[in-house]
């Protein structure tokens, strides 16, 4: 089986749109992990996407701004909030990269009980903000349904200088055109497409975070690898497919 390569933009256009977003101020931290740790966290089918036999949990705050249907416009408040992403990384037998979400921390209520229901993806109810300072951004985050209730997340970057070359990492975790997720019995592939990341440096000042721990993914030790910030992208999403 041939694995798509990783690529800054998509191999795949999106020619019908479902759904329609941007993703803005986004703080990437990333983890090396042993495979073997969370092939059984992903959906059948798939399997753990490697780099140099290494895969990676990643937490990714951010704002979701105006999420919208088919060709938008998107919902000014009921589209727009904060979130929080644990994640890891999969491949199926197609040879399609994504993403395999297992927690998704939301702020608006409305949207997390639709992604439940619709997309069967593990959407949480929390409390959170989003706050900058010049060059230091801080996300925190607590939640309130379903629980642990009250967990805590707490992350605060200093956002650095612009990245003109991607490395090899940086390039395996952002360049993802589309999600893996376990849904109503099979395992659905849902497509993405956007413009090539304008990433940054970033440098962690702070982290407090149970939302990995929380998501059944074994948490590694130490520091993160990778610390990356994005002013973000606008996305577009198109027709699930069914592996």
Request: net charge positive; proline share 12%; aromatic share 8%.
């Amino acid at each position: 089986m041939a694995v798509e390569p990783v690529t800054p933009l998509t191999p795949r256009p999106v020619r019908r749109r479902l759904l329609v977003q941007e993703w803005r101020r986004l703080t990437l931290l990333h983890w090396p992990i042993d495979p073997a740790l969370v092939a059984g966290l992903l959906p059948a089918g798939t399997r753990p996407d490697t780099l140099d036999g290494v895969t990676y949990v990643g937490l990714v705050p951010f704002e979701m701004y105006r999420v919208g249907l088919l060709a938008g416009p998107g919902l000014p408040y009921l589209g727009t909030f904060p979130e929080t992403n644990v994640r890891l990384y999969s491949v199926d037998d197609a040879g399609r990269r994504g993403v395999v979400f297992r927690s998704l921390d939301a702020a608006r209520l409305i949207p997390v009980l639709c992604g439940r229901a619709a997309l069967r993806l593990p959407y949480i109810w929390s409390s959170m903000r989003i706050q900058r300072a010049e060059d230091v951004i801080t996300y925190t985050s607590r939640r309130r349904w379903p629980g642990p209730r009250g967990l805590p997340s707490r992350v605060t970057v200093r956002i650095g200088a612009p990245i003109a070359e991607p490395s090899p990492l940086e390039q395996f975790v952002t360049a993802r055109w589309g999600l893996h997720v376990s849904w109503y019995g099979r395992t659905l592939y849902l497509p993405n497409e956007h413009p090539e990341w304008p990433l940054h440096q970033a440098e962690l000042l702070d982290l407090d975070d149970g939302l990995r721990g929380a998501s059944g993914v074994p948490v590694p030790d130490g520091p993160p690898v990778s610390v990356l910030y994005s002013p973000g992208v606008p996305v577009k999403f198109g027709p699930g497919r069914l592996l």
